[in-house]
C-alpha cells in the first residue's frame, strides 16, 4: 500500500493504516506526518468526518 494514496480511501480504511503506521512505525502523528509528507489538517478533517479523534496518550484515532 502506497501512503501516499491515503487521503484518496474510505475513512474507515485510512484509520486502519494511520493507526498501524502509528503503532508499528511513529511515535507521534507529527512523526507520522513529517515521515510520510502528509497534510495533518486533511487527515483531522477526514477522520473527524467518521467519527475518530486522535488521542496523544494512546497515540492513536479513536472514536468519540
Do not use: T
Amino acid at each position: 500500500m502506497d501512503i501516499n494514496r491515503l487521503m484518496s480511501l474510505d475513512g474507515h480504511i485510512m484509520l486502519g493504516i494511520v493507526n498501524e503506521k502509528l503503532r508499528l512505525e511513529c511515535e507521534s502523528l507529527d512523526k507520522l506526518a513529517l515521515r510520510y509528507d502528509l497534510d495533518l489538517e486533511q487527515l483531522h478533517q477526514k477522520l473527524d468526518e467518521c467519527g475518530y479523534r486522535y488521542d496523544p496518550l494512546n497515540n492513536q484515532f479513536k472514536s468519540d
